[in-house]
């Protein structure tokens, strides 16, 4: 038996509403070394995070022996092993050793409530439920003859992550939030169009088709630039807090120093723009953006309409679960 979510631990996120039923790309592959655990703040709630057997696990960051936090412990044998008695864990959550009785039989609720989760695309990848996690690959963008090394950066940002996804739909702040970036060929004045299909929401400029943006719910984005895809991951934290994941996927060169060096151009163009955005979008009220919050929507809003009914038709409260 696994938990999966319970109830007593909803009070450690102010918030912990998701798109039910979908992967939430949470952190990057690089930060969950091989043999040691890591804690994380995501989704409202105190994670942990280790690789075991080759496929990564994800864990409330709490033993159930003692409530102590997992992340200070350390990886045996693909378990996590608790720093304070040395109680060991596998990747389901089950206990596979109790040292302070080991000719005993281990008790069935020594049972740490876990996420399913994937290391697909170079990110972690956490499952939301209720339902079990559907077979095949994590869905992603298709990036094929395209490389982003060297461009990656993280930027931990002071808002929801609605808020976040939404910047990034946000056309009629082009001109003056990047007046002297990518912004500073727009005039105010727009025709913004947008499409749906699924989980994909893509918004462009209707005298601009070539040059559009792609949300693929619920927190993975890019933008087409010429031939350069930028490329977003926005993680959720808490109600005030998100972290971005940014890339720049580029065909000019995919491998060797020269691709690095390409992809640190792109890492230095794109922290500016974003760091453009963080000065306004840091302003917002936490908590998650609504459908009906008291804002005035106008027609250039159109993606960030699509994005908050896709969002709230979908959405639930993280729920126990078995299997």
């Known amino acids: 038996m696994v938990l999966y979510l319970d109830c007593d631990i909803l009070s450690q996120g102010l918030n912990v509403n998701v798109v039910l039923d979908r992967w939430y790309a949470i952190l990057s592959s690089d930060e969950v070394p091989a043999n040691k655990p890591i804690a994380a703040r995501r989704l409202g709630l105190d994670l942990v995070a280790w690789r075991s057997a080759g496929q990564v696990a994800l864990a409330v960051d709490r033993c159930p022996h003692r409530d102590v936090r997992l992340s200070p412990g350390r990886v045996v044998d693909g378990t996590i092993e608790c720093p304070f008695h040395g109680f060991r864990y596998d990747g389901a959550g089950a206990c596979t050793a109790v040292p302070a009785q080991p000719d005993r039989p281990i008790p069935g609720s020594l049972v740490l409530r876990t996420l399913p989760a994937r290391d697909e695309h170079g990110f972690i990848w956490a499952w939301t439920g209720p339902s079990a996690p559907p ?10 003859g395209f490389g982003w090394a060297g461009s990656q950066f993280i930027e931990p940002v002071r808002c929801h992550y609605t808020r976040g996804v939404e910047n990034q739909l946000d056309f009629p702040h082009l001109p003056f939030v990047h007046r002297n970036s990518i912004g500073r060929s727009l005039p105010p004045a727009m025709d913004v169009v947008t499409e749906q299909e699924g989980d994909v929401i893509r918004g462009f400029l209707a005298n601009q088709p070539d040059g559009f943006l792609e949300l693929l719910g619920p927190n993975v984005w890019r ?13 959720p934290v808490d109600d005030e807090q998100m972290v971005y994941y940014s890339r720049a996927y580029q065909p000019y060169v995919t491998r060797g120093p020269v691709a690095w060096l390409v992809g ?3 890492r230095w163009a794109n922290r500016f723009v974003l760091r453009q955005d963080l000065a306004v979008a840091q302003t917002h009220p936490p908590g998650p953006s609504r459908l009906r919050a008291g804002e005035v929507l106008i027609a250039a809003d159109g993606p960030i309409i699509a994005y908050r009914r896709w969002r709230e038709e979908r959405s639930g409260p993280l729920l126990p679960r078995e299997t």
Request: glycine share 12%.
């Open 135 to 144: 077979p095949g690959p994590v869905p992603f963008f298709d990036f094929a």
């Open 223 to 235: 933008l087409r630039l010429g031939p350069t895809w930028g490329f977003l991951v926005m993680a």
């Open 264 to 266: 640190l151009a792109n």
